[in-house]
């Protein structure tokens, strides 16, 4: 079953890129701003949200079918939890 081609709008990729701008403007003035422990956080927070963006828009995910979606939120949950896994073992080291 073949479906049809979806062509991307120039306001939805100008848009896409001006919030990635502004998240890496927010990820370099969070990283100048020493808030200890929670700055580890607060970047991989940003970092997630601007790789949503990217996978969203730029490769197409938001008009990919529901096993796909599905087998991407899987890996996405696999990660969280290996990530915190590992601040798990530096934090009670």
Same mark, same amino acid.
């Given at each position: 079953?073949?479906?049809?081609?979806? =062509?991307? @709008?120039?306001?939805? %990729? @100008? %848009?896409?890129? *001006? *919030?990635?701008?502004?998240?890496?403007? +927010?990820? &370099?003035?969070? *990283?100048?701003?020493? #808030? @200890?422990?929670?700055? &580890?956080?607060?970047?991989?927070? =940003?970092?997630? +949200?601007?790789?949503?963006?990217?996978? #969203?828009?730029?490769?197409?995910?938001?008009?990919?079918?529901?096993?796909?979606?599905?087998?991407? #939120? *899987?890996? +996405?949950?696999?990660?969280? +939890?290996? =990530?915190?896994? =590992?601040?798990?073992?530096?934090?009670?080291?």
């Amino acid at each position: 079953m073949a479906s049809e081609p979806h =062509i991307i @709008g120039y306001k939805t %990729l @100008g %848009l896409t890129l *001006a *919030a990635l701008l502004v998240l890496t403007g +927010v990820t &370099v003035g969070a *990283a100048s701003i020493d #808030l @200890g422990w929670v700055n &580890v956080w607060i970047t991989l927070m =940003i970092a997630s +949200v601007k790789a949503g963006f990217v996978l #969203l828009v730029f490769m197409h995910m938001r008009w990919e079918g529901r096993t796909l979606r599905w087998s991407f #939120l *899987a890996t +996405v949950l696999f990660m969280a +939890v290996m =990530i915190g896994f =590992i601040f798990w073992d530096v934090a009670f080291r």
